[in-house]
C-alpha cells in the first residue's frame, strides 16, 4: 500500500467520526507490531497537513514478557521526532503465574488498558490511538456471532469519562494486507511478539476462518465491513 492511499483511508475515518479536535494531545498505543508503527507513521505525516491542530506521541504497556526489548520503537519514534514513554509492569507475571485459570488475552488486555490510561492521565493526554485495523474489526464481528451470539465490533470511538481519556481507532478502513505491505516497502523493523499464546487464540482462529470465507466467496471481507458500519450499534458514533 502505498502511504497516499493509507494517509487517505486514515483521513476518510477521522473525518467520518470526528476522531479529532484543535488542540487534542493524542497518544498512539505501540505495541511494536506492524499495525501500531504504521499510524504512529501515519499520523506524524499526517500531523504536517492536517487542518486540525494536534500534538503527537507514543506510548507502551511493557507487560513484562521475558526477551521484550522496546529499544527499536523508542529509536523509530526518535528518526520522527515523537516523544515516547514506556509503562514497566508485572502483567505477564498476573497473568500467567498468579491467574492462570482466567483467559488471558481478555484479562492482560484490561491490565494494559488501566496502566496506559493512568500513564496517560499523568501526562494530561486526552485521546489515545489503537491500531485496529479493518480485518481487526471484521474479526471482532465474527467472534461476537460465534461466541457470544450478537453482531457487534468495537467502535470507532469511544469516550471514557471515568479514565479521561477517548479511544480512537484510525486504520478502521486499512486492510492488514495493506499494512504488511506498507511495513516492507518503508523497511519499518516491528518487534516480535513474545506472548505465549500468540497464533493460538481465538482471535487468531476468527482470522482464519474469516480468510477461508473470503478465498471461497470473495469480496465476503468488504461486504461484512460495510454491515458493520451500517450496523447501528449504540455506543457507535452517530
Not at 102 to 110: D, F, G, Q, T, V
Not at 112 to 131: S, T, V
Not at 215 to 225: C, F, I, L, V
Amino acid at each position: 500500500m502505498k502511504q497516499q492511499k493509507l494517509l487517505s483511508l486514515i483521513r476518510q475515518a477521522i473525518e467520518e467520526y470526528h476522531m479529532l479536535e484543535d488542540g487534542d494531545r493524542v497518544a498512539v498505543g505501540v505495541s511494536g507490531g506492524k499495525d501500531s508503527l504504521t499510524l504512529l507513521y501515519a499520523m506524524r505525516q499526517l500531523q504536517r497537513f492536517y487542518p486540525k491542530n494536534f500534538e503527537l506521541s507514543a506510548i507502551t504497556c511493557n507487560v513484562g514478557f521475558e526477551g521484550m526489548d522496546f529499544t527499536g520503537v523508542s529509536d523509530f519514534c526518535d528518526s520522527l521526532k515523537i516523544p515516547y514513554e514506556q509503562v514497566d509492569t508485572k502483567i505477564a507475571e498476573i497473568v500467567f503465574q498468579e491467574n492462570p485459570e482466567i483467559r488471558p488475552c481478555s484479562l492482560c488486555a484490561k491490565l494494559r488498558k488501566g496502566a496506559m490510561y493512568k500513564q496517560l492521565a499523568e501526562l494530561g493526554i486526552n485521546k489515545i490511538a489503537y491500531a485496529h485495523n479493518k480485518d481487526d474489526f471484521i474479526e471482532t464481528a465474527l467472534m461476537s456471532l460465534i461466541y457470544e451470539g450478537r453482531f457487534y465490533a468495537f467502535p470507532p470511538m469511544t469516550v471514557l469519562p471515568e479514565a479521561g481519556v477517548t479511544v480512537i481507532r484510525p486504520m478502521m478502513y486499512v486492510p492488514e494486507k495493506g499494512v504488511a505491505n506498507f511495513v516492507v516497502e518503508q523497511g519499518i523493523q516491528i518487534v516480535k511478539n513474545a506472548c505465549p499464546v500468540d497464533g493460538s487464540t481465538k482471535r487468531e482462529y476468527a482470522r482464519q476462518l474469516m480468510e477461508q470465507i473470503n478465498r471461497e466467496t470473495p469480496g465476503a471481507k468488504d461486504r461484512m465491513m460495510h454491515a458493520i458500519v451500517n450496523g447501528r450499534f449504540s455506543d457507535w458514533p452517530g
